[in-house]
Nanobody
Framework: QVRLQESGPGLVKPSQTLSLSCTVS??????????WNWIRQPPGKGLEWIGF???????VYSPYFENRTSISRDTSGNQFSLQLRGVTPEDTAVYYC????????WGRGTLVTVSS
């Protein structure tokens, strides 16, 4: 069974960079036709898709986040990561990693608060 686990700081100061990692177990991030997403949910709002890195290492981002987001991967560690630059309090959210052939697998989510 594929499992995903987010990790990273729970508190980030405004204007800094939010950095999260997702460790995948029970499967490889290089599995063909698998896509590895970052998704967030701000308090009281719906889910927001940030972007993905696919099994070849190709990245695609939501236009809303594209100019300040990077998603990368570490194939030896079977991890993928998110960097969101220039955060503001509006970036406070539960951040989820997700993946699979059809967004099958979800991490439990991690709350990141942006505050000074």
């Amino acid at each position: 069974q594929v499992r995903l686990q987010e990790s990273g700081p729970g508190l980030v100061k405004p204007s800094q960079t939010l950095s999260l990692s997702c460790t995948v177990s029970g499967g490889s991030i290089r599995t063909a036709l698998h896509y590895w997403n970052w998704i967030r949910q701000p308090p009281g709002k719906g889910l927001e898709w940030i972007g993905f890195i696919d099994y070849t290492g190709t990245t695609v981002y939501s236009p809303y986040f594209e100019n300040r987001t990077s998603i990368s991967r570490d194939t030896s560690g079977n991890q993928f990561s998110l960097q969101l630059r220039g955060v503001t309090p509006e970036d406070t959210a539960v951040y989820y990693c997700n993946g699979g052939n059809d967004m099958d697998f979800w991490g439990r989510g991690t709350l990141v608060t942006v505050s000074s």
